[in-house]
């Protein structure tokens, strides 16, 4: 089955100021249509392999490929993946989710205190990767950083929310400003 990019839900531009149109433009066109492409390139040698990119994800270990083709359906399904999430949590509405607010609450104390652990984790990931909020196997939330294009989904955690930190998710408006870009993507977050 060949996959495409899911459909965006705003315009390029609906983010801004905190996501300018044409980093949205370049890094869902250019950098999540690479992942797809690369993928599907590696899912071609596997008709057999009829599951969503979700499903392999979670069976990674497992999967009857090549060892060099499980390496690149991890990187660029991992992308696929990762991305498609990032695109749907955010929302120029920035409308909540309030039974996760309130699970966020009895989790970590307060959505402050939460954020502050979110931020702490997204600033604190050594080169490219994402920050993430989860469902963990034992149904608890739990907030970690995976590098590159690691999903949780290989560890059979149910990812709730992300946030993109590698550079092409931010450098044209906020050059080598982490911190500022993930202060102000909350701005754009739907659930929270």
Known sequence: MKYELP??????????????????????TKHHQAYCDKMNGVLEKYPNLTESPEELMKQLDSLEMDETDKKVFKNNGGGYINHALFWQIMDPANTKDEKLVEEIITTFGSVEAFKEKFNATAMGQFGSGWAWLVRNTDGQLEVYATSNQDSPLSKGHAPILCLDVWEHAYYLKYQNRRAEY?????????MI
Do not use: F, S
Not at 7 to 20: F, M, Q, R, S
Not at 182 to 190: C, N, P, T
């Open 7 to 28: 459909k965006l839900n705003y315009a390029y531009n609906a983010l801004e100021p905190y996501i300018d149109a044409v980093t949205m433009e370049i890094h869902y």
């Open 182 to 190: 993930v202060e102000k993507w909350w701005q754009v977050v739907k």
